[in-house]
C-alpha cells in the first residue's frame, strides 16, 4: 500500500469551487469573511478628475471620437439653422406678400417663390441632420463597445495578475460586477452621455450666437431664464439619483433577506420566528416604497417643472419680442421674432441633456471608481528583478525561520522551519486553521513570508520568475474544478504545447484510459456532465501532465465516494512517484504509507516522523490515529 492509498476524508467545512475560492477561503487562515463584504462607495469625489480619466477611453481611438464630435456639431448646427430658415422666409417670403395684399400692390416674384426656394433650403438642412444622426448613432455605438472592450480587457489582465491575498479581501459578487455592470455604466455615459453634453452646448452656443446676431436685448432675455432654468433642474436630477441610489440599496437588502429566507424557511418554522422575520421583511418593504415614492415624485416634477419655465422663456420673448415688433419704427421683424420662439421653447431641450448628463455622471462616479481602483491595484507578489526563468527544480523544499500573518502581528506561522527532501512523500495533519494550508499557499507563493526564507533546492524561491516556480508546483484541490470545454481542453489546460502521445501516456499512468476515447466529449459548466470521480480524474490529468517536481494534493479526494476512489489508486500512486509529494488529510489511515508525517499544531510542528515512529511515541498523533479507528468501527 502507498501513501497515496484511499485518500478519503470527511468534506472540509468550507467547500470550494475552483482555485480562486480555495485561496480566498483558506479556512480560518485566511482573513474573516466580513473582508468579502460589498465596498460602497459615495460617489462625492470630484467629478472632473473623473471624467477626465474615464474619457481618455474615448480618445484612444481618436479617428472615431472625431467622427463622432463631428456628427453631433453638424446636427447641433443644422438644429440651430431652422429657425434661420423660417426667419427669412416670414420676412421674404410671407411678409412681402402678406403687405402687397393689404395694398392692392403687385405680389412680388420673390414671395411667390418663397416657398418652394425656403422650403429646399429647409429639406436640403434636414438631409444633413440626417447624415449627422446617423453618423453620431453609429459612432456613438462604437465609442460604447470600444470602452467596454478596453476596460474589461484591463481587469481581466489585471485580476489575472493579482495575488491572492487581493481575493481575500473583494467579494466575488463585487469583481463579477465591476466587469459588468460598471463598465456598461461608464461605457455609456463616455458614448450616449458624452453625445447629450455635446450636442446640448453646441445647441446652446449656436442658439444664443444666432440670437445675439439678429437681437442682442431679446437675446438677453431668454439668456436670463437659462442659469434659473439649469439650476432647477440639476437640482431635481440629483434627488432623483439620490432616492434612486437609496431604493437600488433597500432593494439590495430586500433581494438578500428574502432569498437567506427562503433558504431558511426550515429554520424559521423550527425556531417559531416566522412572525418576527415577516415583521422584519415588512419593514424593508415599507422603508423602499418610501424612497420608491420619493424617487416617482420628483421624476413626476421634474419635466413639467422644466416644460414650465421653459414656456415662461417663450412667453418672455412673445411679450417682449411682441412690442418690439409692433413699435415704430419696429425694433425686430416678424421673423426674427417667429425665430425667437423657436429658440425659446427648444432650447430647454439641451439644458435638459445637460442636467441628465450631469446626473448620469454623478450616478457613474461610483461605477468608474470601482473599476480604477482594480485597475489601479498593485499586486504585493511579482517577479524580483533578473528573476530566474530557467530552473529546473528537483524538489528539494526548505522552510527557514519562516514568519507568516494574514493579518499582521497574528501570525499563523512562527519561525517555522522544514526541510523536505526530494522525491519523498509527506503528509500534512492537524486541526483546521493550524497553518496546514497555509504552508502549501506559501509553497506555491500566493503569499510570501513576512519574515524568513523559503528555499527551492537550496535557492531563495523568491529569486525564481513565478511563472517557472508555478509550471513546476502541481496542486490538487479538494473540489476539482473544470473549465467549459472539451476533456482535452480541460487536461492540457495548463500544458497547451503538449503532444497527443503525451496526452495519451498520462491518462495510461493514471488509469484514466476510459476518456481516451472521449477526449473530445463536453464536460459542461464547471464538469456538470461528468461524475465527481471524472472531473478529479481529469484534474490529476491536468496537473501530472506538467510533470512538476512537487505535487501538492489537498483532500483530493475527500469530494468522491470510496468506490470511485479505489478505483483511482493506482493513478494516484503513480502521480506521487519520484517526485516531491505533499499531501494534506484528515483521515490518517490513507496517509500510513508517507514517508513523514507531520502534525501542525498552532503554527509549529509538533510531532515528525513516520506512522510508525509516531505511533511508537504514543503523542498527538496517536492519540488522533487510534481514535479514528474506533469510530470507524462502530
Not at 460617489?43 to 463622432?68: C, D, V
Not at 416670414?90 to 417663390?113: K, R
Not at 438677453?220 to 441610489?245: D, E, G, M, N, Q
Amino acid at each position: 500500500m502507498s501513501c497515496s492509498e484511499n485518500l478519503t476524508s470527511e468534506p472540509k467545512q468550507n467547500s470550494i469551487e475552483g482555485f480562486l475560492r480555495y485561496i480566498a477561503l483558506s479556512s480560518s487562515e485566511s482573513l474573516t469573511m466580513s473582508q468579502l463584504e460589498e465596498k460602497e462607495f459615495s460617489g462625492k469625489g470630484a467629478l472632473w478628475p473623473f471624467l477626465k480619466r474615464i474619457f481618455e477611453y474615448s480618445f484612444r481611438r481618436k479617428k472615431i471620437t472625431l467622427i463622432f464630435l463631428a456628427s453631433i456639431i453638424l446636427v447641433a448646427i443644422t438644429d440651430a439653422i431652422f429657425p434661420i430658415i423660417w426667419l427669412y422666409f416670414l420676412d421674404y417670403g410671407v411678409v412681402p406678400y402678406v403687405e402687397a395684399l393689404g395694398t392692392g400692390a403687385e405680389i412680388p416674384a420673390s414671395s411667390m417663390a418663397g416657398a418652394k426656394k425656403y422650403g429646399m433650403f429647409y429639406l436640403l438642412n434636414g438631409l444633413v441632420q440626417v447624415i449627422g444622426v446617423f453618423g453620431f448613432i453609429k459612432m456613438a455605438g462604437y465609442v460604447q463597445e470600444h470602452v467596454v472592450f478596453d476596460l474589461r480587457k484591463e481587469m481581466f489582465a489585471k485580476l489575472q495578475g493579482l495575488s491572492f491575498s487581493y481575493y481575500d479581501k473583494a467579494a466575488t459578487g463585487w469583481l463579477l460586477s465591476r466587469i459588468t455592470s460598471d463598465t456598461g455604466r461608464v461605457s455609456e455615459l463616455l458614448s450616449w452621455g458624452f453625445l447629450e453634453v455635446v450636442w446640448a452646448v453646441f445647441m446652446i452656443f449656436f442658439s444664443l450666437l444666432a440670437m445675439f446676431i439678429y437681437s442682442w436685448k431679446l437675446a438677453l432675455v431668454v439668456l436670463l431664464t437659462i442659469p434659473f432654468l439649469l439650476l432647477v433642474s440639476v437640482k431635481l436630477r440629483l434627488l432623483i439619483l439620490f432616492f434612486s441610489r437609496a431604493a437600488r440599496k433597500v432593494n439590495s437588502e430586500i433581494t438578500a433577506s428574502y432569498t437567506e429566507h427562503i433558504n431558511g424557511v426550515q429554520v424559521n418554522k423550527i425556531t417559531a420566528q416566522e412572525t418576527r422575520v415577516s415583521t422584519e421583511f415588512k419593514g424593508l418593504s415599507t422603508k423602499m416604497a418610501g424612497v420608491s415614492f420619493k424617487a416617482a415624485f420628483y421624476t413626476a416634477v421634474y419635466f413639467p417643472l422644466v416644460i414650465f419655465i421653459g414656456s415662461v422663456a417663450a412667453a418672455m420673448v412673445i411679450y417682449f419680442g411682441g412690442r418690439m415688433a409692433i413699435q415704430l419704427p419696429p425694433g425686430i421683424t416678424v421673423g426674427v421674432l417667429a425665430a425667437f420662439v423657436g429658440y425659446a421653447t427648444s432650447i430647454f431641450m439641451p439644458i435638459l441633456d445637460l442636467s441628465r448628463f450631469y446626473a448620469m455622471a454623478q450616478g457613474s462616479m461610483s461605477a468608474g471608481e470601482r473599476i480604477f481602483e482594480l485597475v489601479d491595484e498593485v499586486p504585493t507578489i511579482t517577479d524580483r528583478e533578473h528573476a530566474d526563468g530557467q530552473v529546473k527544480l528537483k524538489g528539494r523544499i526548505t522552510f527557514d525561520l519562516v514568519d507568516f500573518s494574514y493579518v499582521p502581528e497574528q501570525y499563523v506561522l512562527k519561525e517555522f522551519n522544514l526541510d523536505i527532501r526530494p522525491g519523498s512523500s509527506v503528509a500534512i495533519v492537524g486541526p483546521t486553521g493550524e497553518g496546514k494550508s497555509t504552508i502549501i499557499n506559501l509553497i506555491s507563493r500566493f503569499y510570501e513570508p513576512v519574515a524568513g526564507r523559503i528555499l527551492m533546492d537550496g535557492k531563495d524561491y523568491m529569486d525564481l520568475s513565478l511563472q517557472n516556480l508555478r509550471s513546476q508546483v502541481s496542486v490538487v484541490l479538494q473540489s476539482p474544478h473544470l473549465f467549459t470545454g472539451t476533456v482535452r481542453e480541460n487536461i492540457l489546460y495548463a500544458r497547451e504545447g503538449a503532444s497527443e502521445q503525451q496526452l495519451l501516456e498520462t491518462l495510461k499512468m493514471l488509469g484514466a484510459d476510459q476518456f481516451i476515447d472521449r477526449l473530445d466529449e463536453e464536460v459542461g459548466e464547471g464538469g456538470e456532465r461528468l461524475s465527481m470521480g471524472e472531473r478529479q480524474l481529469i484534474a490529476f490529468a491536468r496537473a501530472l501532465i506538467t510533470d512538476p517536481a512537487v505535487l501538492i494534493m489537498d483532500e483530493a479526494t475527500s469530494s468522491i465516494d470510496t468506490i470511485t476512489e479505489a478505483s483511482i489508486q493506482q493513478g494516484i500512486a503513480q502521480m506521487i512517484k519520484g517526485r516531491t509529494s505533499i499531501i494534506i488529510a484528515h483521515r490518517l489511515s490513507t496517509i500510513r504509507n508517507c514517508d513523514r508525517i507531520l502534525v501542525i499544531g498552532k503554527g509549529q510542528i509538533e510531532e515528525d516522523g513516520s506512522h510508525q515512529e509516531l505511533m511508537t511515541e504514543r503523542g498527538h498523533y496517536y492519540e488522533l490515529y487510534t481514535k479514528q479507528m474506533r469510530l470507524s468501527t462502530v
